[in-house]
């Protein structure tokens, strides 16, 4: 049975920072596009962070230089490390993993046909 199971999360004041961890199982991330959305109340769920399984990472404008995605390969876990958190980063973050995917840009934008979704983290930031 293929599981993405998610921690972290939480609250932070702006300019702080959070990590999240998703740890798969049944499915081995490296070979697999792993990556990061999150979807705030009245919105459409957003790509936030994507990598893929020959190493590209592609990232949201509205993160870049802030947040940091990475794996480690041996825990089976996908990191998303997020600096200098906004009020505008409220959201509830969604971890996604899918082999079918060829590009990591379509990754982020077209996500309806990700095969594997986290259980969701609520992160709050306070102005």
């Known amino acids: 049975d293929m599981q993405v199971l998610m921690s972290g999360g939480g609250s932070a004041q702006a300019g702080g920072s959070l990590r999240l961890s998703c740890r798969a199982s049944?499915?081995?991330?490296?070979?697999?596009?792993m990556g990061w959305f999150r979807e705030a109340p009245g919105k459409e769920r957003e790509g936030v962070a994507v990598?893929?399984?020959?190493?590209?990472?592609t990232y949201a404008d509205s993160v870049k230089g802030r947040f940091t995605i990475s794996q480690d390969t041996v825990k089976n876990t996908l990191y998303l490390q997020m600096n200098d958190l906004k009020p505008e980063d409220t959201a509830m973050y969604y971890c996604?993993?899918?082999?079918?995917?060829?590009?990591?840009?379509?990754?982020?934008?077209?996500?309806?046909?990700?095969?594997?979704w986290g259980q969701g983290t609520q992160v709050t930031v306070a102005s």
């Open positions: 049944g499915l081995t991330i490296s070979s697999y596009y």
């Open positions: 996604a993993a899918d082999d079918l995917y060829g590009d990591t840009l379509y990754f982020l934008q077209a996500p309806a046909k990700i095969q594997h």
């Open positions: 990598f893929s399984n020959d190493g590209t990472i």
